[in-house]
Nanobody, 123 residues
Framework: QVQLVESGGGSVQAGGSLSISCVAS???????MAWFRQAPGKEREGVAG????????YYADSVKGRFTISRDNAKNTVYLQMNSLKPEDTAMYYC?????????????????WGQGTQVTVSS
């Protein structure tokens, strides 16, 4: 049973920073991990993805230059550093793990989802 457990969400003022993390446990053949988010009344969207082998990263245009995804394979952990946060970044952030797929969103075909961590940015 694969489990993805997120932590580190919270509230911050616009312009501030937050870092969230996701620990994976259980056997998984996943070779990519990603962060998605969903705001109330909106569809879930990809934020950032990372190839756990080569370290290649992919970002949504809306977060490029502000968010950084990274991973520590020894700890089975992926991180999302979020800087210059905006109110429109407010959402539930979900960790995902899957298989590298060139045509998939963030080049990661998701097989497993975490429960999510809330990020709230106030103006």
């Amino acid at each position: 049973q694969v489990q993805l457990v997120e932590s580190g969400g919270g509230s911050v003022q616009a312009g501030g920073s937050l870092s969230i993390s996701c620990v994976a446990s259980g056997y998984t053949s996943s070779n990519c991990m990603a962060w998605f988010r969903q705001a109330p009344g909106k569809e879930r969207e990809g934020v950032a993805g990372i190839d756990t082998g080569g370290g290649y990263t992919y970002y949504a245009d809306s977060v490029k230059g502000r968010f950084t995804i990274s991973r520590d394979n020894a700890k089975n952990t992926v991180y999302l550093q979020m800087n210059s946060l905006k109110p429109e970044d407010t959402a539930m952030y979900y960790c995902a793990a899957g298989l590298r797929t060139p045509l998939a969103e963030l080049r990661c075909s998701v097989r497993y989802w975490g429960q999510g961590t809330q990020v709230t940015v106030s103006s």
